[in-house]
T-cell receptor
Framework: DSGVTQTPKHLITATGQRVTLRCSPR?????VYWYQQSLDQGLQFLIQ???????AKGNILERFSAQQFPDLHSELNLSSLELGDSALYFC?????????????FGPGTRLLVL | DAKTTQPTSMDCAEGRAANLPCNHS???????VYWYRQIHSQGPQYIIH???NNETNEMASLIITEDRKSSTLILPHATLRDTAVYYC????????????FGTGTSLTVIP
């Protein structure tokens, strides 16, 4: 158990809909990272937040957005969903924002868009 | 992007040492090498990381060559529960702040 929690574990929705994925970091960690893992793309970094502020951006679509709240939990919002958005979404956390921080991953949310 | 090269797949007999190689020729001088593994579709699990010297923890050992262009992860006594995809992660100058996982090595431990 990494100490990172993610909800929900599974999510099934329809194209065009909007969903919110939630992540709670390990106690004391200030950085939260979001990753997407689809069958044909592997693990792709989406975005990082540090202490409420966006810190780094990866291959995140404009239809996706994220935020980190004062209690440090984070939410990833996916809108106008397409079939290709079906994937595993992982959240990770680390103590700080340094480039070589060890990241601890949650169990993931499996999203299926029908 | 940072590039690491790993074998696509490997087999290892249960109870034997599993040696997983990784090439990271573009690694910067002060960048760590990280290893993670992912069992089935679970979240990636941190294994070990190192800079120059060999490292050992309760899960594995990490051997880094003197020129730091390659490393080997060693699982000393592989068990069936070690069957997973193993990712070697190294940064280069232009990779930003995020992990680049690559395709990893699918290790199968055989009874």
């Amino acid at each position: 158990d990494s100490g990172v929690t993610q909800t929900p574990k599974h999510l099934i929705t329809a194209t065009g809909q909007r969903v919110t994925l939630r992540c709670s970091p390990r106690s004391g960690d200030l950085s939260v990272y979001w990753y997407q893992q689809s069958l044909d793309q592997g693990l792709q970094f989406l975005i990082q937040y540090y202490n409420g502020e966006e810190r780094a951006k990866g291959n995140i679509l404009e239809r996706f957005s994220a935020q980190q709240f004062p209690d440090l939990h984070s939410e990833l919002n996916l809108s106008s969903l397409e079939l290709g958005d079906s994937a595993l979404y992982f959240c990770a956390s680390s103590e700080g924002a340094a480039r070589q921080e060890t990241q601890y991953f949650g169990p993931g949310t499996r999203l299926l868009v029908l | 992007d940072a590039k690491t090269t790993q074998p696509t797949s490997m087999d290892c007999a249960e109870g034997r040492a599993a040696n997983l190689p990784c090439n990271h020729s573009t690694i910067s001088g002060n960048e760590y090498v990280y290893w993670y593994r992912q069992i089935h579709s679970q979240g990636p699990q941190y294994i070990i990381h190192g800079l120059k010297n060999n490292e050992t923890n309760e899960m594995a050992s990490l051997i880094i060559t003197e020129d730091r262009k390659s490393s080997t992860l060693i699982l000393p006594h592989a068990t069936l529960r070690d069957t997973a995809v193993y990712y070697c992660i190294a940064w280069a100058e232009n990779t930003g702040n995020q992990f680049y996982f690559g395709t990893g090595t699918s290790l199968t431990v055989i009874p």
